[in-house]
């Protein structure tokens, strides 16, 4: 559903005539690095070639008129470029609501509204879907609009509006992989000072498998936040003894001298995943640009058990899935991938090894859940941009 399906799915719902423009914005899937991204870390997404797709209509009102292929029930969806607040009972129109919302706060102003077609084919949750849509959104405002952006820009403005009107403490990560993602290539980001690099991923001989669980996830009635108030607590411990802002500029042995003051054992152990999440993914990197395949996937094995038990960030479900996947013949390793409690797995897997991998670990996860596990090996793409 490409290009012309888009433009007619449009044309069904809004009628044909005046500038009809498409963009895309990317998913990603985070390889190492997880939930350091507000810790001051380095994290290691790529963006995916699955995403959100936008068709959009300037109106001569300022009427904003939303219609998404994947909430059909809920049809055509009328707000005003004049009512830019949250709304719960207007469900995902509230993502490209707070970007406008945002851009609003930093001096750009929308002189109309639009007719907006969403259609998004990101499979299940966890691969960042929220930051697809903020993107894509940044990127059609600023087309239209010819606003003084760049893609890193609309990165932050996509996190400021999830953080400050969609109530979401999320990192800079997501949008960031959605934004400035590049063809097989995975970004290597310091989130404390937005420094990248690019760094292929040449993974000769294995697939990326992502494994959707199928059970769902929501952040904001999740964990997330409270982990983030851990990892803030912590913090404010260790600067009694030591000047730091963020968990991840100590070291792993820095945290073994310093971790009595900090006084809650629970945040103590939030710290421990932070710290040793963040040298797991510069190690990850480096094994990588050295083609050492094998310690990359076991990275990412250590990197899901203290996911599990440091951070406490998984599930039943998502437990079944990581140890079948780690049980399985050609698998270097395998963990939860994104925000958490739920949503995907990523796997890197052997070639010849993928179609038992796929049977065996669907088997058992059916077995003992009573769900059907997804599993796509996916594409590295591009990041946000205008598309026809």
């Known amino acids: ?33 997880e939930h350091i991204d507000y810790n001051g870390g380095h994290v290691f997404p790529c963006a995916l070639s699955v995403g959100n797709y936008c068709v959009a209509r300037a109106r001569n009102d300022d009427k904003l008129c939303f219609y998404s292929e994947n909430f059909k029930k809920g049809g055509v969806i009328t707000t005003s470029i004049n009512d830019l607040v949250f709304d719960s009972t207007l469900g995902w129109t509230n993502y490209p ?51 003084d952006v760049s893609m890193q820009d609309i990165a932050l403005i996509g996190q400021y509006s999830e953080n400050n009107f969609n109530g979401m403490n999320c990192g800079i990560m997501d949008q960031f992989a959605s934004a400035m993602g590049k063809k097989d290539h995975a970004i290597f980001l310091d989130c404390s000072t937005l420094k990248y690099e690019y760094v292929p991923l ?31 607590e912590a913090v404010k411990d260790l600067q009694t003894v ?66 599990r038990y440091d951070y406490e960030a998984t599930c039943d479900e998502i437990d079944v899935l990581v140890d079948e996947a780690n049980k399985q013949p050609g698998c270097l390793g395998s963990r939860e991938t994104g925000g958490g409690w739920g949503g995907n797995t990523v796997s890197i897997v052997k070639d010849d090894c993928i179609d038992a991998f796929k049977k065996e670990v669907g088997m058992v996860y059916k077995k003992k859940t009573g769900l059907k596990a997804d599993f796509y090996s996916l594409e590295i793409g591009d990041g946000g941009r205008r598309i026809f």
């Open 202 to 232: 040449k993974l000769v001989g294995y697939k990326i498998i992502v494994t959707n669980s199928n059970k769902p996830h929501s952040l904001c009635n999740s964990h997330y936040n409270d982990r983030r108030k851990e990892c803030e």
């Open 97 to 147: 609501k707070g970007v406008m919302w945002a851009f609003d706060k930093k001096g750009m102003k929308m002189t109309h509204g639009f007719d907006i077609y969403i259609y998004g084919n990101i499979p299940g949750s966890g691969l960042s879907s929220s930051a697809a849509m903020e993107v894509v959104i940044g990127v059609m405002l600023k087309d239209y609009f010819g606003f």
């Open 1 to 33: 559903m490409i290009n012309g399906n888009l433009k007619a799915g449009f044309e069904k719902i809004f009628g044909k005539g005046g500038d009809i423009r498409g963009f895309f914005a990317p998913g990603r899937v985070n390889l190492i690095g």
């Open 242 to 307: 030591v000047d730091i802002k963020n968990l991840c500029q100590l070291t792993p042995e820095q945290f073994d001298k310093y971790q009595n003051v900090i006084k809650s054992p629970i945040s103590k152990r939030r710290a421990f995943f932070a710290i040793n999440e963040e040298k797991r993914t510069k190690d990850a990197v480096e094994a990588l640009k050295k083609n050492d395949i094998e310690t990359f996937g076991k990275l990412i094995k250590e990197a899901g058990t203290s996911l």
